[in-house]
């Protein structure tokens, strides 16, 4: 399993440092590129749901949303009902990257499929589901302030 999970790293760097190369003249660093694409996916998103999207911390959702509102991708909106939730949505100029950001994933896409016919492919996606959620299940406790038993 050890091997799994490294490829799984060596494969997310990869397609990280690509991202970061290709999107540097759209100031897009830094995984900023995934916020963007999650919130135009999800027009009114908020930020603890984005959080546990993405999974990362909220403090790392709330500087990443800072940024890409500060560069103007995305703007942030008061929910009818709760005043004090802030619903993000992306901007015209975020929508305008956003589908340069999808022209990029399904050319990642096309070659990460390269040689691998379709079963194999939903086989690969069967498993990594069920080890995203078995890791889950500790990012979960840590994020309540537990600790992990090893």
Avoid at 5 to 19: F, K, T, V, W, Y
Avoid at 102 to 122: L, N, P, T, Y
Wanted: with cysteine; glycine share 4%; charged share 40%.
């Amino acid at each position: 399993m050890i091997e799994i999970l490294r490829e799984i790293g060596m494969i997310a760097r990869c397609l990280d440092s690509i991202s970061n190369i290709e999107f540097k003249e759209l100031h897009l660093s830094k995984g900023q590129y995934l916020y963007l694409v999650r919130i135009c996916e999800n027009p009114g998103i908020i930020q603890e749901k984005l959080s546990e999207m993405i999974k990362v911390d909220k403090t790392t959702v709330a500087h990443a949303v800072k940024k890409l509102e500060t560069q103007g991708f995305i703007e942030k909106k008061d929910d009818f009902e709760n005043k004090k939730i802030k619903r993000l949505y992306p901007t015209e100029k975020g929508e305008d990257i956003y589908l340069l950001l999808k022209r990029e994933e399904e050319h990642s896409d096309i070659v990460a499929h390269r040689g691998i016919d379709k079963e194999e492919v939903q086989a690969v996606l069967k498993t990594l589901k069920k080890i995203r959620r078995n890791i889950e299940i500790d990012w979960e406790l840590l994020k309540k302030g537990e600790e992990r038993k090893y």
